[in-house]
């Protein structure tokens, strides 16, 4: 990790379940649907929104059960440094850590 600027922990995983085409049309998955895994930095709240928007969405339309429940990027970030301290002893190891939830298109 010492020669890593930076690397993105995935915290959370949601899995949005819909098909191909409505995850193609939702600009979220690349632009023809081809990329299916994305995996967002929680500090990036405008693109989280959309994200949980979107699973909300598919959620009401086909009934497959999704966490939608959220925490702040403050409290993400509180939980994982007070882990990487309570393991590692370090805060420079957190320092280079950024908190992200990964979606899958499912």
Known sequence: LTWLR??????RIVVIHTDARTGA???LFGLL???????????DEVQ???????????Y??????????RDSPDV???KMRQSILEKY??????????PAIMFRLC
């Open 6 to 11: 930076s690397l993105k922990v995935v915290e």
């Open 48 to 58: 989280i929104d959309r994200f949980f928007t979107f699973a909300a969405k598919c």
């Open 89 to 98: 002893k370090s805060d420079e190891i957190f320092q280079k850590l950024r």
């Open 25 to 27: 049309q939702s600009g």
């Open 33 to 43: 649907g081809d990329a299916p895994v994305q995996i967002i930095d929680v500090a």
């Open 76 to 78: 993400v970030t509180g």
């Open 60 to 69: 009401d339309e086909n009934r497959i059960p999704v966490d939608l429940q």
